[in-house]
């Protein structure tokens, strides 16, 4: 293939990628062995960062964007008129290696349209995984979009040769899925899920007998719903997160901000796109989820189903449950320390290791690093001064916003270029 031909099915192919944002790496400790090529111990993927704080990039690209299906909100539906592409097995194995060895990327994420079925699809993004480790000694991380409807067999041997696996469930709720995309079947998206989930509880059981078990998919499978497009509220996006992270065991799930791309009468208006800053809000309700221990019922409910804009979840859930403080940093436990405003979890164990010695107060407080703006407002401490005092939910949430400044303040009212 001409280098001229090449460069443009991969603008083609990386553009159509841009839309897919789980493509983190964290968890995988795949080692660098006989040699080879690359090493996926502890690092992310596509400028995301590692717990040291380093940047990392992969090669993010489509196998095609040739796709039998004509979901409304996908820009690679079949219906849509773009320039289409399709590389070729090899072309990808060729592709990741020679930018690799030019130091352009640390990886490979690699998803597709869907052409002919579901396992003839599958069956090549395995091919190139498998080229990748067998051929090439690649050791470099690799995840796979798994995709939808695609046999055990091939799902069993794509988590033997990536990283990572994921399926995007696309819409958050059934009903959703149905009214944008009715050629799918929400049930072909359980399947790889569910298959994936069972082998890597295998796999961690005939680890701890046979220690030369090969490994299965090491970074564990994520998830991407798409915002926005089909109109549910907040309490249902998490609802479906919460039911998927305790189904399957999932690492992340990935919020993505519908950008309206068609002028069809289901979807929202061109220039309507969702604000970051919901984006934003529903990873830090996924984050307290996941870390600080909240029930997803705790953060939303039938009188709660979205979340503010103008305040974090943490924030809104303390306000509106006042009767649960003050809390006394000398004497909480663990769990409700990680639930006052403006604490994290770096924080929390600072005051678990500094009480050891001694009963904090304010000054003590600050002497190791609190950021107190919001947390005054819910804590006492060794000292006879309650900064909260009589103050009203809405008096506190006022100082609070009076005193703090959001990079968001700014584009709260502007509309989001997601990728620009």
Known sequence: MSFERTQEKLK???????????????G???????????????????HSYTEDGRCVSLLKILLTNYCIFDCAYCVTRKSNDIKRAAFKVQD????????YRRNYIEGLFLSSGIFKSADYTMERLVAVAKKLRLEENFNGYI????????????????????????????????????????????EDFIKPMVKVKNEIIQYKAEK?????????????????????????????????????????????????????????ERLPQIGSAVPMLRENRLYQTDWLMRFYGFDVSE?????????????????????RNLHEFPVDVNTADKRMLARIPGLGMRSVHKILNARRFRRLNWEH??????????????IVCDSHIFERRDLSSEKIKGLILQNSTS??????????????
């Open 143 to 186: 995840h796979l979009k798994s995709i939808p409807g695609a046999s055990d067999e091939l799902m069993r041997e794509a988590g033997l040769y990536a990283d990572r696996l994921s399926v995007n469930i696309e819409i958050p709720t059934e009903s959703g899925l149905k009214r944008l995309a009715p050629d799918k079947n929400r």
């Open 407 to 420: 990079k968001y303040q700014k584009t709260l009212s502007n509309q989001l270029s997601l990728f620009a």
């Open 365 to 378: 407080l600050k002497k190791i690093g609190l950021a107190l703006n919001r947390a005054q407002y819910f």
């Open 12 to 26: 083609i192919l990386a553009d159509a990628a841009k839309y897919d944002v789980s493509c983190s790496s964290s």
């Open 28 to 46: 995988s400790n795949r080692k660098n062995s006989n040699k080879g090529l690359g090493d996926a111990s502890g690092m992310g993927i596509c």
């Open 208 to 264: 701890k007998v046979i220690k030369s078990t090969p490994k299965y998919a090491p970074a564990g499978q994520s998830t991407q719903m798409i915002i926005g497009a089909s109109g549910e509220n907040d309490f249902q996006i998490m609802q479906t997160s919460n039911h998927f992270y305790k189904q399957f065991n999932l690492k992340r799930v990935y919020y993505s901000g519908y950008v309206p791309i068609s002028y069809d």
């Open 92 to 99: 990808v194995v060729d592709l990741t290696i020679n930018f």
């Open 299 to 319: 953060i939303l409910n039938q009188q709660h189903q979205n979340l503010d804009l103008d305040i974090d979840p943490k924030l809104s859930w303390a306000l």
